[in-house]
């Protein structure tokens, strides 16, 4: 078999499988419309959901590519959360989530999907005990030995830098 048969061959099984998903696509979503000018959110997390089929007017997030705000008819992507707010909008009012990272699919229908490693409510964090982590994480990063107490302890700083961000109103 050549090497164009054989890439080939795979590639069409690809697009039958895409064609095969599509379908199926359409037919289980199809009964997830929302109203007009909604958006509807589901937010998971590995061990809860936060919303699940709520019907909310817009979604503004942090992800890798930028900062991004999701209507409703948001043309369908894939995005990597970097670790910042989500800000929920809906009739009833905000509601703030602080995560550590994830990832948001937005998909054709007005559905948008939302999976979070962590999140939790903005209100719900003490900007004392970040201060004083940030501080900790910090002094390991400038005094670690090794290259992955070096890199681990830097993690922590990005991600408690972010935190003090969002805790105070100002964006990166």
């Known amino acids: ?6 890439t080939l061959k795979p590639a069409t099984a690809l697009a ?11 037919s289980e979503t199809a009964a997830a419309a929302p109203a007009a000018g909604k958006l509807v959110v589901n937010f998971a997390l590995p061990h809860a959901a936060i919303l699940k089929g709520t019907e909310v007017n817009q979604v503004d997030m942090s992800a890798v590519s930028g900062d991004l ?10 995005e990597q959360l970097k670790p910042g707010v989500i800000d929920i909008i809906s009739d009833s009012g905000s ?12 998909n054709p229908n007005s559905v ?42 830097a993690i922590e700083v990005e991600l408690y830098e972010a935190i003090q961000t969002a805790l105070s109103g100002k964006s990166k």
């Not at 703030?96 to 699919?105: D, E, L, R």
């Open 16 to 26: 039958r499988l895409s064609r095969q998903s599509a379908r199926f696509y359409a």
């Open 1 to 6: 078999m050549s090497l164009f048969a054989r």
């Open 112 to 153: 948008l999907n939302i999976n979070a490693i962590e999140a939790f409510k903005l209100e719900d964090l003490d900007p004392q005990a970040v201060a004083t982590n940030l501080a900790e994480s910090q002094r390991l990063a400038s005094s670690a030995k090794d290259e992955v107490t070096k890199e681990a302890a």
């Open 95 to 106: 509601a703030k989530y602080f995560v550590s990272g994830g990832f948001a699919i937005m």
């Open 69 to 78: 705000g999701i209507l409703a008819d948001h043309v369908p992507t894939i």
